[in-house]
């Protein structure tokens, strides 16, 4: 056996926590529409497609950046509140699978028209940070990877605030606690989801930016819902702090296993292992690591 | 999810004075000796060979996801696990009868079924929806990186087998999907009347109260999986025997997994003929909206506005049948067919 290369193993290390904030940055975008209604939203993949293209198709039609960005959160605010009107509201009550399916019809939707509209090529995205690689004790760390880490972070902190110093924020809590009590003290549901719908969308396009930065932007952009899902499950579908974890856990596993277990099995192995890693750790807690334990009745 | 209940359509005969064996014997008859009358090879080999093939599958999963309540988003893998092992089976095992090469795939999609639910007796709802991905990346990744399944094929896209004896050209192909497919379809509604399927939908509808009324939970989750699997397995068979004619494994991908999960709920949860029901929408409705973008469009859009435009429609189609209709189409016929009875003057 050849000697252990640990500065190696801190570089693969450190690339995968980097990349598992990816992940962490698109779940979240779940977390958000599963708190507050309960809707498993298989759409987010679409609604980050369809940001990121519309984004870049601006972008080079020679819109500066700024208005470019508020413009598409603009779009993505008006989707999400057509979203809740069109689809969500007349589904209220309904059992979950017909609301996840919903969301993938959604899905459907939301790829065709972002194509549709802006076509189907390759797009590249340049948000104007060089990709020098950063060397802390002889490890090799991406520029960019740190840089989307930070957006991340600033992104959570930006959400803890909300969520836990405005009124709206007390609203979104109440409404994840117990829907019939908020609805009883006079919230209005529909505000509050199409509020979330809007930060979701938010979330969308940050995250779509940051991914179409790193793949280009196109059609398999909206497979990444496909890499936030172990996550989820991981951290457990209504917790934030989960998605961070579980999206790290995931990131780190799967670079790890990537590298070191991967030649054992001929390669390729991302495409499952996270699956089979958060399918083992929910074994031991079923409810994911962070997720709310249900209680069992009718 | 758990809690979700579907409520059972109540049986024709319970309405009217026919029999609730007498429609489906009518559609039988009607597959095997009505349709040869008039089908050409257009309607066997592009509508009726996929139909058949998903509304088996369709069948599977509604045993395991409308009775039994078990969401599994992975019905395209077990569909490939039936497809390949039929294959080897077939190319390995010297002699082999074609039926016992495809009895022999479906208990390996079974077995391998069995094995990717083992996570169900832990896991609920959407957990084990995204867990049966698993499954999903986890068969693809290995037909493909395996080449010993595709008997070292460069291209992984091998050449399905011929039927023989008397299931040639397309109307034989026809018969013979349409006969596994009656044959597994009795036994699902039979199934699902029995101890078992009642077993099944105590589980669906209250965990807590089955495991107090005596229903072993964990053993009826494994078999809702098993069974299931056997059953979509074959559906596999029959998509890449009888409908494509080449075994590989990009044609069960997570869109295909979707589909099914689109029939089951558009057709109607736990009712045997929504599948079929549903099936045929989802089959028959992409060919009429490309046959009518062309006819209305003709050449000025190319096919990738008409493949995105599509796209949107099957989406939004699927969004406004779960508003309109969220006991989907099963649920619909019941209806018509009530109100007809009451407007007739002989009731």
Do not use: C
């Not at chain 2, 990346?137 to 023989?164: C, E, H, M, R």
């Amino acid at each position: 056996m050849e000697s252990f290369d640990f500065p190696f193993f801190i570089e693969v290390l450190v690339g995968g926590l980097l990349s598992g904030i990816m992940y962490s940055l698109v779940a979240i975008g779940f977390v958000l529409i599963y708190k507050t209604s309960g809707v498993l939203n298989f759409a987010q993949g679409a609604l980050l497609l369809f940001a990121a293209l519309t984004f870049v198709s601006l972008l080079e039609r020679g819109v500066p950046f700024w208005i470019t960005f508020a413009v598409t959160l603009a779009i993505m605010a008006v989707i999400g509140i057509l979203i809740e009107r069109t689809v969500l509201r007349p589904l209220v009550n309904k059992p979950p699978i017909t609301l996840f399916v919903a969301t993938l019809g959604l899905a459907y939707v939301l790829e065709g028209g972002a194509q549709l509209l802006w076509g189907t090529q390759v797009h590249g995205l340049d948000l104007g940070i060089d990709d020098v690689p950063y060397v802390v004790g002889g490890v090799f760390i991406s520029t960019f990877d740190l840089f989307a880490a930070a957006v991340a972070a600033s992104i959570v902190l930006l959400l803890t605030i909300v969520f836990r110093y405005t009124r709206i924020g007390l609203a979104f809590r109440a409404v994840a606690d117990d829907q019939f009590a908020a609805l009883a003290i006079g919230l209005k549901l529909p505000v509050i989801w199409a509020a979330v719908w809007i930060a979701a969308g938010f979330v969308a396009l940050v995250a779509g930016l940051l991914w179409g930065a790193r793949l280009g932007v196109q059609f398999s952009l909206s497979l990444v819902v496909l890499k936030a899902l172990p996550v989820l499950v991981l951290g457990g579908f209504d917790s934030i702090l989960g998605a961070i974890v579980g999206g790290l856990l995931i990131g780190a596993s799967e670079k790890l296993a990537e590298v070191y277990l991967g030649p054992f099995f001929g390669g390729g192995i991302e495409s499952w292992f996270a699956y089979v890693f958060a399918l083992a750790i929910l074994l031991i807690r079923p409810s994911g690591l962070f997720g709310q334990r249900l209680v069992e009745r009718t | 999810m758990t809690t979700a209940s579907i409520p059972l359509p109540r049986p024709v005969s319970a309405i009217g004075r026919v029999p609730t064996w007498l429609l489906p014997l009518a559609v039988i008859v009607f597959a095997y000796a009505g349709i040869p009358l008039f089908a050409s090879d257009y309607l066997y080999d592009a509508i009726l060979a996929p139909f058949l093939a998903l509304s088996l599958a369709a069948v599977g999963l509604n045993i395991l996801t409308g009775y039994a309540g078990q969401v599994s988003l992975g019905s395209a893998a077990f569909m490939a696990v039936g497809a390949y092992a039929a294959y080897n089976f077939n190319l390995r095992v010297e002699g082999l009868p074609l039926l016992a090469s495809i009895v022999f795939a479906g208990l390996i999609a079974s077995a391998v079924g069995v094995v990717f639910g083992l996570p169900s007796l832990r896991l609920k709802g959407f957990y084990l929806a995204v867990s049966t991905l698993a499954a999903q990346f986890f068969v693809q990744w290995t037909l493909t990186k395996f080449s010993w399944f595709s008997n070292y094929n460069p291209s992984g896209v091998i050449d399905a087998p011929a039927l023989g004896y008397v299931f040639e050209g397309p109307h034989g192909r026809y018969l013979f999907s349409l006969s596994v497919v009656v044959a597994l379809t009795v036994f699902a509604a039979r199934l699902v009347k029995t101890q078992t399927g009642r077993n099944f939908i105590a589980v669906r509808d209250n965990e807590t109260a089955a495991k107090i009324s005596g229903v072993p939970v964990l053993h009826t989750k494994l078999l809702a999986f098993a069974i299931s699997s056997f059953i979509i397995g074959v559906a596999g068979v029959l998509w890449a025997f009888a409908y494509l004619r080449t075994v590989e494994p990009h044609g069960f991908n997570l869109d295909r997994s979707f589909q099914i999960l689109f029939i089951i709920i558009i057709g109607g949860l736990a009712t045997i003929r929504g599948a079929f029901l549903g099936a045929a929408l989802i089959v028959v409705l992409p060919l009429v909206l490309s046959r009518a973008g062309t006819f209305l469009f003709g050449s000025y859009f190319d096919s990738g506005v008409l493949d995105m435009s599509q796209r949107i429609l099957v989406g939004a189609l699927i969004i406004v049948f779960l508003i309109a209709e969220p006991d989907g189409l099963a649920a619909l016929g019941n209806r018509i067919a009530r109100r007809l009875r009451l407007r007739s003057p002989t009731n």
